[in-house]
């Protein structure tokens, strides 16, 4: 693995800790390249920890977040996050990335 090889990194997380997860990005040093946050339901069989109005839906609030980074960078991060975040309810998954590039 060289340290140019990118991965995008996604996160998926309560509502409840969007404040935390978007200050540990923040926090990052060196600082981070830049990450986006999207609004997102999730769907699924396990609704124990829904609310009423979830399990009425049928769809549960999360947040998505998603970034491209170096993967290594990407690895270290998500044992940051692993250490600060613990819980069933979020999760995470890296997958590389061909290319990437700006409209300049």
Aim: hydrophobic share 50%.
């Amino acid at each position: 693995m060289s340290d140019t090889e990118l991965a995008r990194l996604t996160l998926v997380f309560p509502p409840v800790l969007e404040a935390r997860v978007v200050e540990l990005m923040l926090e990052q040093d060196p600082p981070l390249p830049g990450f986006t946050v999207l609004a997102a339901e999730g769907h699924g069989a396990d609704f124990a920890r829904a609310s009423i109005r979830e399990q009425v839906r049928g769809r549960v609030a999360r947040r998505l977040l998603t970034l491209v980074l170096p993967r290594s960078r990407a690895e270290t991060l998500i044992g940051q996050l692993r250490a600060h975040l613990a819980n069933g309810e979020s999760a995470w998954w890296l997958e590389p990335v061909l290319a990437f590039g700006r409209f300049v």
